[in-house]
């Protein structure tokens, strides 16, 4: 049974930093490209950060360029979001994605497996 565990949201101020955090069970991790969403109240599901198998290439949404990074280490099954300089519209739950494809990808049905979420909350 294939398991995405999200952790790390929490409430920040505007201009902090988070680092979320999806470890993976259940799959082979190094076969599988790896993304971040993100929803808020009212809003369709938006793409924040993809990752090849590797590691090696790395996708952003326009909102997110420059603040966020995406990474992983497949030794422990875990990827990463580096939040920088946190804005109030980044407020939403953030999801961890997988597909079994090498490649990413930035769009939401393209994905397979899902977790839970966490809650991002950025305060003015």
């Known amino acids: 049974q294939v398991q995405l565990v999200e952790s790390g949201g929490r409430l920040v101020q505007a201009g902090g930093s988070l680092r979320l955090s999806c470890a993976a069970s259940?799959?082979?991790?190094?076969?599988?490209?790896m993304g971040w969403f993100c929803q808020s109240p009212g809003k369709e599901r938006e793409f924040v950060a993809a990752?090849?198998?590797?590691?090696?290439?790395?996708y952003y949404g326009d909102s997110v360029k420059g603040r966020f990074t995406i990474s992983r280490d497949n030794a422990k099954n875990t990827v990463y979001l580096q939040m920088n300089s946190l804005k109030p519209e980044d407020t939403a739950v953030y999801y961890c994605?997988?597909?079994?494809?090498?490649?990413?990808?930035?769009?939401?049905?393209?994905?397979?497996?899902w977790g839970q979420g966490t809650q991002v909350t950025v305060s003015s």
């Open positions: 990752i090849d198998w590797s590691g090696g290439r790395t």
């Open positions: 994605a997988g597909r079994i494809f090498s490649d990413y990808s930035p769009l939401a049905r393209n994905y397979l497996y």
């Open positions: 259940g799959l082979t991790f190094s076969n599988h490209a």
